[in-house]
């Protein structure tokens, strides 16, 4: 597999469950992210990490929880959410500062969440 | 403040037509990074290029072209002769070098919409 893989693809959970959202890149990133799609919304930057540390946290409610266990894997632990919290979560990786710059994301497909 | 915007939500064509995307952007950043992606149904963001400030170049890739103002704080995505295929998001983002690195920030995106 090549680039970045999320999954599961859809995910309908009731408001008291435990799920977790896994992304995966192949592409030997230092900088993962989390974003946030909702209807007729920007995106939202949600968590970033850069070498496996967490740099931003873009005020995001607790019952979000990041996790980076390597530099190729990031997990967004779901509890008790809400039902506006449905929405494509996006994961993103890119090479972080290169030569100076930012290089570019690459983006999975996301996983598409149902609260219910 | 919202640092990148899209006016345009929705532009309809009929393919063959061309069509110009409008992204204004806002930073005291000297450097930073502009970046265009596409987002079909499948819900990936596909990254299209990726354009540093220090480089004002108009840039063309196939039907594809770029114009960055630096005076105008513009980055202007034109499809020429649209192609059912088109139809997608197309976000506009930016990236600091200093105050917010590492961070991307979005437009709302632009709906495209081409008919046969």
């Known amino acids: 597999e090549t680039g970045v893989t999320q999954t599961p693809r859809h995910l309908v959970m009731g408001m008291t469950n435990k799920k977790s959202l896994k992304c995966e890149q192949h592409l030997g990133h230092n900088a993962m992210y989390w974003y946030k799609q909702s209807a007729k919304k920007p995106l939202e930057l949600m968590f970033v990490y850069n070498f496996k540390e967490q740099t931003e946290n873009n005020s995001v409610p607790s019952r979000f929880s990041p996790e980076c266990p390597n530099s190729s894997h990031l997990f967004l632990h779901l509890h008790t959410l809400q039902p506006e919290d449905s929405a494509l979560y996006l994961c993103?990786?890119?090479?972080?500062?290169?030569?100076?710059?930012?290089?570019?994301?690459?983006f999975g497909q996301g996983t598409r969440l149902t609260v219910v | 403040a919202q640092k990148v915007t899209q006016a345009q939500t929705e532009i309809s064509v009929v393919e063959k037509e061309d069509v110009t995307l409008d992204c204004v952007y806002e930073?005291?950043?000297?450097?930073?990074?502009l970046f265009w992606y596409k987002q079909p149904p499948s819900g990936e963001l596909v990254f299209l290029i990726r354009r540093n400030s220090f480089d004002e170049q108009n840039e063309i890739s196939g039907r594809y072209s770029w114009n960055f103002q630096k005076s105008t704080s513009s980055f202007n995505f034109t499809i020429t002769a649209s192609q059912v295929v088109d139809s997608a998001v197309y976000f506009c983002a930016l990236s600091e070098a200093q105050r917010n690195w590492g961070k991307f920030q979005f437009g709302a995106g632009t709906q495209v919409v081409v008919t046969p």
């Open positions: 930073t005291r950043d000297t450097t930073y990074y």
């Open positions: 993103a990786s890119s090479q972080g500062v290169i030569s100076g710059g930012n290089s570019e994301a690459f």
